[in-house]
């Protein structure tokens, strides 16, 4: 990994961490970042940390663009050293995979899909090498994802999957992007993950969709009272597939107010899961569900 | 104190400075796309240069008010009317109760704002009363205005004397054969040299596609990339990137095709090369840009675009002194 940095305009410093996606690269830049905050680097007024790159906007008239960019890679020599353990959060999204309302909308725009005869799960599951939908959804909900960068639109997640590099899924995006997602689509792009935050243009394929709220301005739902967005940067997904009668209950608990998510804490070591992803993956599942 | 919409216009939003702070999470700055026409008509009714005020696009609403109020229009040339007569842009004017403020068609420009003595009264959400309609967030209930709505005002701050103007020499726009200089950088290296020169010598025309979030143009060569093997995670068209944060004014060319220069409600992120980026001092002309308009980009140095910013503040500066 070779760090390479750009001014973005006059108030940006854009710094690919790595060309190439890894959780590696993800991690690298979560800890610079970090570091860059704690700082507290006065001219500084945004730190944004992406999947394998991140970029901070500054006030040139408080700091020299130029002071800033030595000031940043000074940094990078810092966070090298930290170790990769992170304490964050296991967090369980019920999702209704194959479900009426994405189905409705890949049908609307089938004509800008890569396959027009069939369903964006059915395709997914060909080019990834599965026999059947359910194996793919299997897969898909089998192991825990980090959320690797949250953005595009408000509170939007992108989604790395937490397995070795030849067993993660990916899948082209649409070949037009579509006018409309619904909201709460778990989407698939690459090989990230999305869950549409807002209603609205996408060009991820769909699998299916949440009733758990991930974003509301209005802040109502009980768990996004203290804050409208519900992910960061560094939380962990595990997706767990619900049938329709399911679904229904979740977004009754959502709308009256006793639903509350299961979330735990949990330390995650890189070192850790680069030796053994399996073992660390098994382990934070334990850790979800209590054992 | 009160506003009444009678007609909203195409999309006219509720705007002040911008909401700094959250665009890690994907909420961007948002606020007026051309922030020294905002704080300008601000300054002209006697409010602080970041009051909310609205900001109306290419076809202005038309407004009753509910008692006296100081007003000012700046930014494009969209005639102002009371209750029928035609007023001066950029100048102080006074209005009564029950008058309408209504507007002709425009003449130049993008984007008018139109400032009222104490401000528009909507919550601050996130630091700011700026609407993000894309998140339902802020301004008027999180969306662009509708007939009907009913906007309260805050009580007039400082008095300043009706007729008062802004010199017209003070009023910066895009002109008549508008320039925009960028920083060339980000993953300019994804093209080739020559479509890098290509690219600034060509003369490119705004699309119908022009918008808070991003400017779309059209009418240059296309861009032909340098060859490689896919990144892990980017995609497999040769504009791909692994997602990225985009900077604001960011130039992205998905395709190699249609440049889009995101603005003020910018996505935050995405998986396109962008070539570098339009200057601080010239994003609010992007405001001011009508589709189907001419313009070109103009490669500068990072030294060129602080002078250029300095210019701007000088601008700004004068404008504050001759209120």
């Given at each position: 990994m070779t760090m390479r940095y750009s001014f973005g305009g006059d108030e940006h410093i854009f710094v690919e961490v790595d060309e190439e996606m890894s959780l590696d690269a993800f991690f690298k830049s979560l800890s610079i970042t970090n570091v860059v905050r704690d700082m507290k680097i006065a001219g500084v007024t945004e730190i944004c940390p992406a999947n394998a790159s991140f970029q901070i906007k500054y006030d040139p008239d408080v700091i020299a663009p130029e002071s800033l960019l030595l000031e940043l890679q000074r940094l990078e020599g810092l966070a090298d050293s930290n170790d990769s353990t992170l304490a964050t959060r296991i967090i369980e999204v019920p999702v209704y995979y194959n479900d009426p309302w994405t189905h409705e909308t890949q049908m609307r725009f089938r004509e800008r899909h890569q396959d027009p005869t069939g369903t964006d799960l059915e395709y997914a599951a060909r080019v990834n090498g599965y026999a059947t939908v359910d194996d793919f959804i299997?897969?898909?909900?089998?192991?825990?994802?980090?959320?690797?960068?949250?953005?595009?639109?408000?509170g939007l997640p992108f989604l790395y999957q937490m397995v070795e590099r030849n067993k993660q899924l990916q899948t082209p995006k649409y070949l037009r992007p579509r006018t409309d997602t619904p909201k709460l689509t778990i989407g698939h792009g690459g090989c990230f993950g999305a869950v549409y935050s807002v209603r609205g243009a996408g060009g991820y394929q769909m699998f299916g969709i949440t009733p758990m709220p991930i974003y509301d301005p209005a802040q109502e739902i009980s768990y996004l009272r203290d804050f409208m967005i519900f992910f960061k940067p560094g939380d962990i997904v595990k997706f767990k597939p619900v049938d329709r009668a399911e679904y229904d209950t979740v977004q009754a608990a959502v709308a009256d107010g006793t639903f509350v998510p299961l979330i735990k804490p949990v330390t995650f070591s890189l070192d850790e899961f680069k030796a053994n992803p399996a073992a660390v993956n098994a382990k934070l599942l334990g850790v979800l569900h209590g054992a | 104190m009160a506003l009444e919409i009678l007609k909203p216009g195409l999309a006219t939003t509720v705007q002040?400075?911008?909401?700094?702070?959250?665009?890690?999470l994907g909420i961007p700055v948002s606020g007026g796309m051309d922030r020294l026409s905002l704080a300008g008509a601000n300054l002209l009714v006697g409010n602080e240069e970041g009051d909310a005020v609205l900001e109306a696009v290419f076809l202005g609403p038309e407004i009753?008010?509910?008692s006296d109020a100081v007003i000012a229009v700046t930014g494009a040339e969209l005639p102002v009317k009371i209750d029928g007569v035609e007023c001066p842009t950029w100048t102080t004017l006074g209005i009564k109760a029950d008058q309408v403020l209504s507007f002709g068609f425009l003449k130049a420009g993008a984007r008018a704002y139109i400032a009222i003595s104490g401000g528009v009264d909507v919550p601050v959400v996130l630091g700011s009363r700026s609407t993000y309609p894309l998140g339902a967030l802020g301004g008027y209930r999180g969306r662009k205005l509708e007939a009907g709505d009913v906007l309260a005002l805050f009580p007039a701050k400082r008095p300043v004397a009706v007729g008062t103007a802004i010199a017209p020499e003070l009023r910066r726009g895009p002109g008549a054969s508008p320039v925009l200089r960028v920083l060339p950088g980000l993953y300019r290296h994804r093209i080739t040299a020559e479509a890098g020169k290509g690219f600034f010598e060509d003369t490119w025309k705004v699309a119908p596609e022009a918008d808070r979030i991003g400017y779309r143009f059209r009418g240059g060569r296309p861009l032909e990339f340098v060859p490689r093997e896919p990144p892990f995670g980017a995609g497999s068209d040769p504009s791909n990137i692994v997602d990225s944060c985009y900077p604001y004014g960011s130039i992205q060319i998905p395709a190699g095709a249609e440049p889009i220069v995101l603005h003020r409600d910018a996505v935050s992120g995405g998986g396109y090369f962008m070539i570098g980026a339009v200057i601080s001092a010239d994003m609010d002309l992007i405001g001011?840009?009508?589709p189907n308009q001419k313009v070109r980009f103009s490669a500068v140095t990072m030294e060129e675009a602080l002078a250029a910013r300095k210019d701007a503040r000088t601008t700004a500066a004068k404008i504050r002194e001759s209120i």
């Open positions: 299997a897969a898909h909900a089998g192991s825990p994802w980090f959320v690797s960068m949250v953005g595009f639109v408000a | 002040d400075l911008g909401r700094p702070g959250y665009y890690h009753r008010f509910t001011q840009l009508q």
